[in-house]
């Protein structure tokens, strides 16, 4: 077989393990897939009484697409989590001395991250459906803004490799899985940020979060009342793209020098 | 002749910021194939900077190392090849069964997967977790967990084995049992490095100690010349009154090789001429009419050596 070939070879058999880890632990997978459906649920049931749109369409609308966005942002624990766990077990160290494709071992934990950000936006997409949510542009656009979460689920994943490699106990990690939460919020995946304070709305329409949430609710043809005349209100799409982009640009390289450089 | 399955000269390796681990400071070692060598060393030594650099793991800042006769530096792949890790933790997957993780590495070491899963029962039954093959190795002892962590690295038999402080953390059961384990491989010629802070460890199962002080060898043969190394035998003498003290040291005198130590009603006399020395220390207090509780020739401990070389003071 080639290099090429290992390679691939290689992450399948690193991307079967978390598979294998489902089947060993089916209940802790379902909860982390089922999560994200009780957000949508509680924020749902929580704000969408109180939430009152001009041409009377259900609060669903706009926050389905928003809960896609916040959903792809908490992958990012579990990677870290299983990042950090094979470093301070020792099972990275062991990955390392084999003659085995180092490129594999990060392939396979982004091949079986992605595999489990597609299960919980199905999981996601049917309890959406079945709430009443819906596409409006067709399924061709509906499947770009598929692509366009999947590519910031992405960009995070390369984020949660690197804050995984980088921190040194399961303390930090959660730090971070805290710290996600006001990133999660302060995004317009729950309400429009053009209803907050300017400063904090302006804040909030340039986390990348929100070029995701709101590009991908005109994509699928949900309102979105966040537009405002400022370059990053007009822009979502661009930004949907370029920011994840610019993600990958900073962690994917930093990510593969800290496993190269790896030392306990 | 022998082959030399490792070769270090003259390796320095410092951490940036200097207290993350130990550092190495001129390490020189050489391993024969087919023995095990033991590392011996108090924590802060460099054992496991020294496992990681001949391992590929961690680069060294100068001197060369090879391993199986590649550079570690050059020719990482090649070595990786041809060795087994078995680090200071038991690095499997604690998730997945014994069987699941002696397949999965031995996919990662390129094996087919029937030839694969074949290893992965042979290994199993070889190292006695056949009947815990199907379960998680969360459910596994610490003995259990490091026997499978053995079985790990060796699936492509390799030519040369490093063992990062196996038994660190272990319960005396654990202990004995990766001990029958480590002393296996040996009988199958792997070359094994093996490193510990327990002097018993390296006494129990290694053909040659190097001891390793602040990132140096600072003494390097087998037990026994270790402990002859460290000096002569000892003449003990545990006296029933301490007034007769002075009166023993005086009459050994005579027959000390070097510095007769005094601890309470305990005096421990080195000397060279073993059989002479006990019969003539015999008459002497028989002649001086005085009758010792105890009387005993001893060899050095190997405990003694390793605190006399890494600087700690020797207890009397």
């Known amino acids: ?264 | 002749m022998t082959e030399r399955m490792i070769e270090a000269v003259g390796v320095r390796k410092n951490y940036r910021g200097g207290t993350e681990g130990a550092g190495l400071n001129g390490f020189d070692l050489e391993v024969a194939a087919g023995t095990v060598t033991g590392l011996l060393g108090p924590n802060g030594a460099g054992k496991t900077t020294a496992v990681r650099i001949l391992s590929t793991l961690l680069d060294l800042d100068s001197g060369t190392a090879t391993v199986a006769g590649y550079d570690v530096r050059r020719q990482g792949a090649e070595v990786r090849r041809r060795i087994g890790l078995v680090g200071q933790y038991a690095a499997i997957d604690e998730v997945l069964t014994g069987r699941q993780n002696l397949i999965m590495f031995g996919r990662l070491n390129h094996l087919r997967h029937t030839k694969a899963v074949r290893r992965a029962d042979e290994l199993l039954e070889r190292f006695s977790l056949g009947d815990a093959a199907g379960q998680a190795v969360s459910k596994y002892s610490g003995g259990m967990r490091r026997r499978l962590d053995l079985a790990a690295s060796l699936i492509v038999a390799p030519s040369v084995l490093f063992v990062d402080e196996p038994t660190t953390g272990l319960d005396p059961a654990g202990r004995i049992e990766v001990w029958s384990a480590v002393r296996q491989l040996v009988d199958g010629g792997t070359t094994v490095l093996l490193t510990t802070q327990y002097l018993e460890e390296a006494d129990q199962l290694a053909n040659r100690i190097s001891m390793l002080r602040a990132g140096k060898v600072v003494a390097e043969g087998t037990p026994d010349e270790l402990k002859t190394q460290l000096g002569s035998d000892r003449l003990e003498l545990v006296l029933a009154d301490p007034a007769d003290v002075p009166r023993v040291v005086q009459l050994a005198e005579p027959l000390s090789d070097g510095e007769i130590r005094v601890a309470d009603v305990r005096v421990s006399v080195p000397v060279k001429d073993r059989t002479r020395a006990l019969v003539v220390m015999a008459n002497s207090l028989h002649e001086a009419k005085i009758e010792p509780e105890d009387i005993t020739l001893r060899r050095p401990t190997l405990d003694e050596v390793f605190l006399h070389l890494t600087g700690a003071e020797v207890a009397a």
């Open chain 1, 1 to 264: 077989m080639t290099a090429l070939g290992w390679t691939l070879a290689d992450s399948w058999t690193i991307a079967r393990r978390t598979l294998l880890h489902w089947r060993m632990q089916p209940g802790l997978v379902i909860f982390t897939w089922f999560f994200p459906v009780l957000m949508l649920l509680m924020f749902g049931g929580l704000l969408g009484g109180a939430m009152d749109f001009p041409d009377g369409s259900s609060y669903y609308e706009l926050l389905v697409p928003g809960i896609f966005a916040l959903a792809m942002l908490f992958g990012l624990e579990g990677t870290m989590t299983a990042v950090t766990t094979d470093v301070s077990k020792g099972v990275t160290d062991r990955f390392r001395s084999l003659p085995m494709s180092s490129t594999a071992v990060v392939l396979g934990r982004c091949i079986a991250d992605m595999l489990d950000s597609v299960v919980t936006l199905g999981v996601l997409v049917a309890t959406g459906l079945a709430l009443g949510w819906r596409w409006h542009e067709g399924l061709p656009s509906a499947l770009a803004a598929f692509g366009l979460l999947l590519l910031l689920r992405f960009a995070l994943l390369w984020v949660g490799i690197f804050i995984g490699l980088t921190v040194k106990n399961a303390q930090s990690v959660t730090m971070v899985q805290v710290l996600v939460w006001p990133i999660g919020f302060l995004s317009s995946a729950f309400v429009a940020t053009s209803t907050m304070p300017n400063w904090l709305g302006t804040i909030a329409q340039w986390n990348p979060l929100s070029a995701t949430a709101t590009a991908s609710r005109a994509l699928f043809g949900n309102p979105d009342p966040s537009s405002t005349a400022t370059w990053i209100g007009t822009h979502a799409e661009t930004a949907a793209i370029l920011a994840p982009l610019l993600l990958i640009a900073i962690f994917l390289p930093l990510s593969a020098h800290r496993y190269r450089t790896l030392s306990r």
